[in-house]
């Protein structure tokens, strides 16, 4: 979607290494969404943010951290990259009109 | 803990036939989304499902929703080669945040 993007779109790296994924809206929504799509599991939430230094954990948050210092960026941080955090990695945004979530092109990451 | 289950996982069918994807989960919930990804690309809503008893269509694809059930259907009429994707159900159980839950997909093969 034109109104959020997903910075690199592909890295790969090596082990214990830290690695910044951002995200960018210029939408102006509150919340936004950090996910990882891997085979078999669908898409499952990291870490969402409902405003401005304001962020939560979801249902697969170790070995990550969020930063939101303004509404329009939003930042997933591998503190020490491990293999099994190689994946898709998705940003969304919302609420849209019907409280449906805008997804990012996704960033595809590779820990060596 | 909320449990999204989406079956069948793989579906191949072909073109011109009817099929019906479900989409079951464990926790009451009145919201209920719909998604599609192509190969190698991000995720677009197609549907929003806000109550029981909601039927909501788009071309081929046909989404209904009944919370007593807990169950979705997405039902394709007469398939045609374009509708090949992945398509997601997701669940909101907490509302304000739109904090969803995703089922692990169902990838459709339409063979012409």
């Known amino acids: 979607d034109a109104g959020i993007t997903q910075s690199p779109r592909h890295k790969v790296t090596e082990t214990g290494t830290p690695v910044t994924l951002r995200c960018h809206q210029t939408?102006?929504?509150?919340?936004m969404y950090w996910y990882r799509q891997d085979p078999g599991h669908g898409l499952r939430l990291i870490h969402y943010?409902?405003?401005?230094?304001?962020?939560d954990k979801g249902e697969v948050s170790d070995g990550y951290s969020v930063s939101r210092s303004k509404t329009e960026d939003f930042l997933l941080t591998l503190e020490s990259a491990t293999s099994s955090q190689t994946s898709v990695y998705f940003c969304?945004?919302?609420?849209?009109?019907?409280?449906?979530?805008?997804f990012g092109p996704g960033t595809r990451l590779t820990v060596l | 803990e909320l449990k999204v289950e989406q079956n069948p996982l793989f579906l191949s069918m072909q073109e011109g036939k009817n099929y019906t994807i479900y989409c079951n989960y464990s926790?009451?919930?009145?919201?209920l989304y719909w998604y599609r990804q192509d190969p190698g690309k991000s995720l677009e809503s197609l549907f929003v499902?806000?109550?029981?008893?909601a039927v909501k269509q788009e071309g081929r694809l046909m989404a209904s929703l009944d919370t007593k059930a807990r169950l979705s259907t997405l039902h394709i009429t007469a398939a045609v080669h374009d509708l090949s994707a992945t398509y997601f159900c997701?669940?909101?159980?907490?509302?304000?945040?739109?904090?969803?839950?995703f089922g692990t997909g169902t990838k459709l093969q339409v063979i012409p």
């Open positions: 499902l806000l109550s029981n008893g």
């Open positions: 926790t009451t919930s009145d919201r």
């Open positions: 939408e102006n929504h509150r919340y």
């Open positions: 943010s409902y405003g401005v230094k304001d962020t």
């Open positions: 997701a669940v909101d159980l907490y509302g304000g945040y739109q904090k969803v839950t």
């Open positions: 969304a945004m919302g609420p849209a009109n019907y409280n449906e979530q805008f």
